[in-house]
Nanobody, 127 residues
Framework: QVQLVESGGGLVQAGGSLRLSCAAS????????MAWFRQAPGKEREFVAA????????DYSDSVKGRFTISGDNAKNTVYLQMNSLKPDDTAVYYC????????????????????WGQGTQVTVSS
């Protein structure tokens, strides 16, 4: 069983930056495909970014491409989401997700493809 714990959310002004962290346990981190999703009030959960198990591939939604960066640290069993140039539309609860797959270089962008989820961390961007 994989456990995921997010941290790093908070309140920031538009144009500012935040770094989210997701600590994973319960499985070899280098075998996990990781992703970030977000859900704003009244909206469906949406894909933000993903990274393959071998960290060789990453993928981003069009809305965050060029502003957000996903990365992983095998030594700390942690995946990060560096968020720059934040906008009020980025306000949401951000969730970390993980899955196993033998396809180490593949990224997955659909919520239904992930088996493990964190509890979420709130990000609020003020205008």
């Amino acid at each position: 069983q994989v456990q995921l714990v997010e941290s790093g959310g908070g309140l920031v002004q538009a144009g500012g930056s935040l770094r989210l962290s997701c600590a994973a346990s319960g499985h070899t981190f280098s075998r996990l495909h990781m992703a970030w999703f977000r859900q704003a009030p009244g909206k469906e959960r949406e894909f933000v970014a993903a990274i393959s198990a071998n960290a060789g591939s990453s993928d981003y939604s069009d809305s965050v491409k060029g502003r957000f960066t996903i990365s992983g640290d095998n030594a700390k069993n942690t995946v990060y989401l560096q968020m720059n140039s934040l906008k009020p539309d980025d306000t949401a609860v951000y969730y970390c997700a993980a899955r196993l797959s033998p396809l180490w270089s593949v990224t997955y962008s659909r919520a239904g493809e992930y088996d493990y989820w964190g509890q979420g961390t709130q990000v609020t961007v003020s205008s």
